[in-house]
């Protein structure tokens, strides 16, 4: 087998995307190398390239959703072996990155694919999953699961409001919110996907098109204690804001507009927590790993259903349109996926 792979490259912030040759990595200790048999595309792939403070080595390599299978494996690695069929989050650096065809991963932030899920199915679920996990769950967030057990506590007899619910995120958001039993589970999203939304969860649907965010109080009758915002405006964060009850949680995807003004002015104890959805970031992997732990026997008891998704075809090359057609807003209610090992230079 030859030692090169083809990765797609950013040369500088702001820079071109490049398909390049580079070496396929050797295992280090407790890690894997994963040969990327498909990864997804994200909102975050097209954003970050103009935020060079999130992308300290050059070229860079985007990409974080990553499906394959064990190339090879590190000293002490225990869990995994050649051929195991894997799903994990990739990392925003050049060896961890996924729009290219090996990456490699510490063991503990990867689980087993069951073989009833696709690799481009599973290539859906790493990021999106984590950053509703994170959001809802974890100890420095909503709180509602903070050790991850399986069952978890039941939220019998609470709401929860998912502002976006289409979104990727926020259809892992309405399956967990399920998982943990919460009674009401309100969306607001394009009324095309109510009927998908509702299978998966949703036990009512606000159509978009009709209710405007800054009516959504008007629209809903009785108390919502966690909100889960992901259309990352601050008219939404205002929004989700406004309807929670006092002492309830808004849990938001915007990292960068976190409207504390609008939590002051709400008063009432009301809580606010901007999510980062990695596993890697310091001070969340011992989080991100109990949750990579749960994530295989999530997906095959069905807790976890991965995104619906369109393949693109011709590999890393069709990441560069189908990052355009997301900055444009032309992508809803599907994962963009490709299979990195069809790429041809
Ligand atoms: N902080 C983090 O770590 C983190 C992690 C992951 C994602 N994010 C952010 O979270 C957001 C969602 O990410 P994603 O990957 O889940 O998105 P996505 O799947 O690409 O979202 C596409 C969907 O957004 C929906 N949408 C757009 N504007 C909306 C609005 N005003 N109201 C309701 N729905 C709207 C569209 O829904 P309809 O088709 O129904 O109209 C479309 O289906 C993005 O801004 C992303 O950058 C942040």
Redesign the pocket.
Known sequence: MSNQQLSLQLEKAGGLLVLRSKDIPSAPAGELVIKIHATAL???DW?IQSMPQFLQEWPAVLGTDIAGEVEAVGEGVTKFKKGDRVLTQGAFAPARASFQQYTILQEDLVAKLPESVSYEEAATIP??FI?AAIGLLAPWTAALNPEVVVPPPQYTGQTILV??G?????QYVIQLAKHLGFTNIIT???KK?HAYLTELGATQTLD?AAVPLSALGDAISGTIDVVYE???STE?QDAATQVVRAGGKVVS?N?RDVRSDAVKEAGAGKHFYP????SHMPGQEVFGAKVWAKVEKLISEGVIKPNRYELLPGGLNAIIPGLER?RK?E???V?LVVRPQETEQ
């Open positions: 994200n909102p975050v954003k990021l999106g950053t502002i976006g289409s979104t990727s995120v926020g607001y999203a394009s996907h978009r992901l259309v990352a939404s995807v990292m999510v980062a959805g990695s997301m807003d992508v809803s209610g994962k």
